[in-house]
Nanobody
Framework: QVQLAESGGGLVQTGDSLKLSCAASQYTLNNHNMAWFRRAPGNERKFVAGLAWWTGRSAEYDHSVKGRFTIFRDDAQNLLHLEMNNLQPDDTAVYYC?????????????????WGQGTQVTVSS
C-alpha cells in the first residue's frame, strides 16, 4: 500500500525559501513516477515538478517554477523533497505529493493515483 505524507509548509515572505518533504512508504520512490502538485485558492490542482521512475531521467518543472524550485529524493529515508527558492505570492497553495505509473513524467493529475494530504504554503507580499 502506497502512503504519502507531506510536511514543511508555512507562512513566509516574498523571496524566502522553503523545503517541502514527502514521506513515502517503502519501495514507492523507485517503483513510481513522483511529482509535486499544488492547488491555489479557487483553482484546480496543477503540476509543479516531477521525477521519472528511472533515476537517469531529468526532472520536469512547470514553467512558473523552473529555475526556482528543485525536486529531489532521499532514497535512504524514503523522502521526496521540493526545495523552493525566491517564493512569490503566486506560489501560495496547498502542495501535494503524488505517485503514479512508471514511464515518462506526466503533468496531468490523472496520471497519478496516490496522493498525500497536502501542506499549506502561504507567501505574503
Amino acid at each position: 500500500q502506497v502512503q504519502l505524507a507531506e510536511s514543511g509548509g508555512g507562512l513566509v515572505q516574498t523571496g524566502d525559501s522553503l523545503k517541502l518533504s514527502c514521506a513515502a512508504s517503502q519501495y514507492t520512490l523507485n517503483n513510481h513516477n513522483m511529482a509535486w502538485f499544488r492547488r491555489a485558492p479557487g483553482n484546480e490542482r496543477k503540476f509543479v515538478a516531477g521525477l521519472a521512475w528511472w533515476t537517469g531521467r531529468s526532472a520536469e518543472y512547470d514553467h512558473s517554477v523552473k529555475g526556482r524550485f528543485t525536486i529531489f529524493r532521499d532514497d535512504a529515508q524514503n523522502l521526496l523533497h521540493l526545495e523552493m527558492n525566491n517564493l512569490q505570492p503566486d506560489d501560495t497553495a496547498v502542495y501535494y505529493c503524488a505517485a503514479g505509473r512508471l514511464g515518462p513524467i506526466e503533468t496531468a493529475d490523472s496520471a497519478y493515483n496516490y496522493w498525500g494530504q497536502g501542506t499549506q504554503v502561504t507567501v505574503s507580499s
